[in-house]
């Protein structure tokens, strides 16, 4: 079967670093996406790993290890606007994109 | 200049009605995708299309019916509607070789009364 497993909330603190997994089970394996959605919002890309290694893009990064078939999303220096829901997708065989079912991140002042 | 746009924003019917939600994309994508997004916010593709063809039909009731009159355009039609419906619906479009970067539009929230 296919599933993708985070932890359904995180909580942190401004100016605090979080890291948010994810572990998956998929027929085929191309790369691993994160999204961000606030509520009531539309889910926002953020990052792609198809490699093993950390990709950086600002305050956010993200990770891959195939042989483990585990990632995670990083991010520094958090803001209040940070707060949102995060999700972990990755593309099979078939060409869809299958969702984590969402990391909800709360930051606290 | 909005990348991707869907209307309405907000559906609310009654059960066994029909009704349709358009989506249309200005990114010259050729990808273009129909998500449900449930009340836990668990989000599952329902259908995509490549270039005006259908090339992903998950396991959705037959109620519910695609259509691309364009690569810019792919519309979603669902009859009979039912309670188990309400949910958010959301567009998206993608390049069909960048299928991890997708672009999602702001989504029409369904209720079914």
């Known amino acids: 079967g296919q599933s993708l497993e985070q932890p359904s909330e995180v909580t942190a603190v401004e100016g605090a670093i979080v890291q948010m997994n994810c572990t998956y089970q998929t027929s085929g394996f191309y790369g691993l996406s994160w999204y961000q959605q606030h509520d009531g919002g539309a889910p926002t890309f953020l990052s792609y790993?198809?490699?093993?290694g950390l990709e950086e893009t600002g305050r956010f990064s993200s990770f891959l290890s195939r042989s483990d078939s585990y990632g995670y999303l990083l991010l520094q220096e958090l803001q209040m606007k940070d707060s949102a829901s995060y999700f972990c997708a990755v593309e099979n065989q078939g060409g869809k994109l299958i969702f984590g079912q969402g990391t909800e991140l709360s930051v606290k002042p | 200049d909005t990348a991707v746009s869907q209307t309405p924003k907000y559906l609310v019917t009654q059960m066994g009605n029909d009704k349709s939600i358009k989506c249309e994309q200005n990114?010259?994508?050729?990808?273009m995708y129909w998500y449900k997004q449930d009340s836990k916010k668990f989000l599952k593709i329902m259908f995509s299309y490549n270039n005006k063809e259908l090339i992903i039909n998950e396991t959705v009731p037959n109620r519910f019916s695609p259509k691309s009159p364009d690569k810019a355009h792919l519309n979603l039609h669902i009859n009979s509607l039912e309670l188990g419906d309400s949910a958010v619906y959301f567009c998206?479009?993608?390049?069909?070789?960048?299928?991890?970067?997708?672009?999602f539009g702001p989504g029409t929230r369904l209720l079914v009364l």
């Open positions: 790993n198809a490699l093993d």
């Open positions: 990114l010259g994508h050729d990808t």
């Open positions: 998206a479009s993608s390049h069909p070789t960048g299928r991890e970067t997708q672009y």
